[in-house]
């Protein structure tokens, strides 16, 4: 037997860190230009809702949703495809939200009950929430009529790398402010990870998805212009730069830390699908694809208003809600970290105010529809 040299074969498997989104009702109400995004794409979807099976089968009508957050976003998308679909059939209906099992649920559960009654406002309609990666098969094979992931497949099932000493995405910098690095071949591992995570989450639905379902995908993402990341991600590096700078963040700590989060193109996207060593070719037809931009309301209010107080608490807890747990765990155990936590956001909201400029916040998102052969 030949003994490999465990120090030249990367098998680890490093857990991202990601524990869900800031909760507490943090997320849900910082999710507004999420819904943008979502509301963007819902017509795809309803448009081709009268199209689903329904009359083959027994049992609920079962709608899905991957990475539901505190849920008010995701109990909005299931308030729509309802409504589209409960005059076509005489069935009940299930409506499943899941995400991390870490995810802070409570808001979901109390979002769907308010009252308690039913938010869909009928005795046809029953919910439930699973917790699991949904790179994972989470349902019974043939169950779902159709499953949505909106804002959420971005994230990465792992940390390919260790460390990333130049910024703390990995999608780099903007080319505008270039406020750090990312070597092509850091580049290539994350591209390749992410290809891979869309290749897992797409066969786990097709084995629980039913023949004739449908599944949409959206993201935040990029094209060749424009990135999602650019003023965000370059304004949070600045904020924890300011810290190692001023002896709060060792370097050490900087290097290791990155959100395990992946910016992708509408290619990137869609490539899983064509790509023979993943064996999907046979399992979807790919309906619909675009890459689109949304305005954000509180970009287009601070347009209007001129308030930079606002514009910057405003923009600075939005990517709180979505960065805060992964950061929180990069940084020591120490009795300051809140207060730490605290002062690199309210840093971000300082450098903000002072460069608005450098900061731009486009939001581009990439989608496709597809139906289970
Ligand atoms: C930005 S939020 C999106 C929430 C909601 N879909 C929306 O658009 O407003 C991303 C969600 O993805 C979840 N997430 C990240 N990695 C995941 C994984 N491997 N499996 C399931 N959910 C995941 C996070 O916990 C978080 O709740």
Request: contains cysteine.
């Amino acid at each position: 037997m030949t003994n490999i040299d465990q120090d030249t074969v990367d098998t680890q498997r490093r857990p991202t860190g990601m524990t869900g989104m800031a909760g507490g009702g943090f997320y849900d109400s910082n999710s507004a230009p999420q819904w943008e995004q979502i509301a963007a794409v819902l017509p795809w979807l309803e448009d081709t809702l009268s199209s689903l099976p329904l009359e083959r089968g027994s049992g609920p009508v079962t709608f899905a949703d991957f990475g539901c957050s505190e849920g008010r976003n995701s109990i909005s998308v299931m308030r729509h495809l309802i409504s589209n679909t409960n005059q076509l059939t005489d069935r009940p209906f299930l409506t499943i939200h899941s995400d991390l099992p870490t995810n802070d649920y409570s808001k979901l559960f109390l979002g769907l009950r308010p009252d308690g009654q039913s938010a869909f406002g009928s005795q046809r309609v029953s919910s439930a929430a699973i917790g699991g990666s949904m790179y994972d098969q989470l349902l019974p094979p043939n169950s779902i009529h159709v499953a949505t992931t909106f804002n959420s497949i971005g994230y990465l099932s792992e940390r390919p790398l260790d460390k990333l000493p130049g910024y703390v995405l990995p999608n780099g910098p903007s080319k505008r402010r270039a406020n750090g690095f990312v070597t092509d071949s850091e580049s290539q591992i994350f591209a390749r990870q992410a290809e891979d995570d869309m290749a897992a989450f797409l066969t786990a639905r097709a084995n629980e998805l039913i023949s004739g379902g449908k599944l949409l995908v959206q993201v935040f993402g990029c094209t060749d212009e424009m990135r999602t990341c650019d003023g965000l991600f370059d304004l949070l590096n600045d904020a924890v730069q300011a810290h190692v700078e001023l002896g709060d963040i060792s370097s050490q700590v900087y290097e290791r830390y990155y959100q395990p989060v992946y910016f992708r193109s509408l290619d990137e996207l869609t490539s899983p699908l064509t790509n023979s060593a993943y064996n999907l070719v046979d399992l979807y037809t790919l309906d619909r694809t675009e890459s689109y931009e949304v305005p954000v309301p509180f970009v287009e209010t601070y347009k209007q208003d001129k308030d930079l107080d606002r514009y910057a608490t405003n923009y600075v807890n939005f990517f709180r809600a979505f960065t805060q747990a992964v950061l929180r765990g990069a940084l020591p155990d120490t009795p300051s970290k809140p207060d730490l936590l605290n002062q690199i956001y309210k840093t971000a909201e300082t450098l903000l105010k002072a460069n608005p400029e450098d900061y731009p916040f486009r939001n581009i998102s990439v989608a496709m529809l597809l139906t289970r052969k």
